[in-house]
């Protein structure tokens, strides 16, 4: 099992930016894959990007060339950079980790705000 604490979310003007973290209650080093996922009021949760623990990453296309997913094993802790938001990119964000056999654990969400 693993605990999934996110920060660093916040109210930004459009063309800011933020940085999110996700810090892990035990080693994330042997966790195979860590990512964001995100849910503006209204739609489903939509993936926003991952990082395997083999240091391969995949983003949304909305994100790309925007947005930055790094994984600090020796801090148990996972970032995600934000630039060039837009208001579009407001939602709440979730951390997860995928565990083999165990499944998705998932932390309880911040919140941010673009404002145009």
């Known amino acids: 099992q693993v605990q999934l604490v996110e920060s660093g979310g916040g109210l930004v003007q459009a063309g800011g930016s933020l940085r999110l973290s996700c810090t892990a209650s035990r080693s994330i080093f042997s966790i195979s894959a860590m990512g964001w996922y995100r849910q503006a009021p ?3 949760r939509e993936l926003v990007a991952v990082a395997t623990g083999g240091s391969s990453t ?3 296309d909305s994100v790309k060339g925007r947005f930055t997913i790094s ?5 148990n802790t996972l970032y995600l950079q934000m630039n060039s938001l837009k208001p579009e990119d407001t939602a709440v964000y979730y ?3 995928h565990l083999v056999l165990q499944g998705n654990y998932w932390g309880q969400g ?5 404002s145009s």
């Not at 994984?71 to 801090?75: E, H």
């Not at 911040?110 to 673009?114: A, F, L, R, S």
């Open 58 to 60: 995949n983003y949304a």
């Open 42 to 44: 209204g739609q489903q």
């Open 71 to 75: 994984r600090d094993n020796a801090k």
């Open 95 to 97: 951390c997860y980790a």
């Open 110 to 114: 911040t919140q941010v705000t673009v």
